[in-house]
């Protein structure tokens, strides 16, 4: 009996007929450098993540987005993921006055390399929940 390649095989109960994309460690220095680049200079508060952020406090403040170097993925199709840093300064505006307090939390980012070899970042999303643990 011949075996069946994953492509072949039906599809099981809960499975998803597309297939997850592939990540490997992203080693090519000058793709690595260009998604780290890439990362710091986002203005993250132009994004639908910021929202998730905006919520936490009463004047939430954007500090800056870092990549975690182990954290890069090259992905299938000339794609990259990458885990970051968020940090910001959750303000709470009480009657005493407005106390900043900084906080971090993960997270993830997807993008592409273009013809030039410059990452271009196409989502972010950032997980809020340890705020509320």
């Not at 069946?4 to 109960?13: E, F, T």
């Not at 505006?93 to 990452?119: I, K, T």
């Amino acid at each position: 009996m011949a075996s069946q390649s994953a492509a072949d095989r039906p599809a099981g109960p809960g499975s998803s007929s597309e297939r997850p994309a592939r990540m490997t460690p992203l080693r090519d220095q000058s793709k690595r450098q260009a998604v780290m680049n890439a990362i710091n200079r986002f203005e993250l508060t132009a994004t639908d993540a910021w929202h998730d952020l905006e919520a936490l406090s009463a004047g939430t403040r954007f500090d800056e987005i870092d990549a975690v170097p182990e954290g890069l993925f090259a992905v299938e199709g000339n794609g990259f993921t990458a885990i970051a840093t968020v940090y910001v300064d959750l303000v709470d505006d009480d009657m005493e006055g407005a106390s900043a307090y900084p906080d971090n939390f993960p997270a993830e980012v997807r993008g592409h390399f273009d013809a030039s070899g410059e990452a271009i970042i196409e989502t972010v999303s950032v997980d809020t929940s340890s705020f509320y643990a």
